[in-house]
Each structure stands twice: as structure tokens, then as C-alpha cells.
């Protein structure tokens, strides 16, 4: 869909424009809807490719003896 700069600048853009009483709450849902976009791919990055996610996952912790 769009990748983290697009909804970067398209957050910025909601945060300057003029928003008329009638459009708040329209405005204001499309605000939540982009940051929560925007956490899902964070969080998608900071995990790795998925293949290396996988990995992390089915290692076992290794007792010290």
C-alpha cells in the first residue's frame, strides 16, 4: 500500500492542513488509520525480514552449565 516515507509525509500533511468542522472527525480518522499504519511498519522493520524472523523464533535458548 504505501511505504513508511509516504505516510510519513501524508501524517505531516494532516497535522498542517485548515480543517473545517464539518471534516473533523473524517480528518481525524484518517489521522488513526495512517499512524496506525505507520506503527505496523515500523514495527515490520525493526523485526527484519521475515525469513530472519522466522530464525529468531525457533531457536531455543541455550543453558549455561
Same mark, same amino acid.
Given at each position: 500500500?504505501?511505504?513508511? *516515507?509516504? !505516510?510519513?509525509?501524508?501524517? %505531516? %500533511? !494532516?497535522?498542517? +492542513?485548515? +480543517?473545517?468542522? %464539518?471534516? $473533523?472527525?473524517?480528518? $481525524? $480518522? !484518517?489521522? +488513526?488509520? @495512517?499512524?496506525? *499504519?505507520?506503527?505496523? @511498519?515500523? /514495527?515490520?522493520?525493526? $523485526?527484519?525480514?521475515?525469513?530472519?524472523?522466522?530464525?529468531?523464533?525457533?531457536?531455543?535458548? @541455550? /543453558?549455561?552449565?
Amino acid at each position: 500500500m504505501f511505504n513508511k *516515507e509516504e !505516510l510519513q509525509v501524508l501524517r %505531516s %500533511s !494532516l497535522n498542517v +492542513i485548515d +480543517i473545517k468542522g %464539518s471534516n $473533523a472527525r473524517f480528518v $481525524a $480518522a !484518517l489521522q +488513526i488509520k @495512517i499512524e496506525q *499504519e505507520f506503527d505496523k @511498519i515500523q /514495527k515490520e522493520f525493526e $523485526a527484519g525480514p521475515p525469513e530472519l524472523h522466522e530464525k529468531k523464533e525457533d531457536k531455543k535458548p @541455550i /543453558k549455561k552449565q
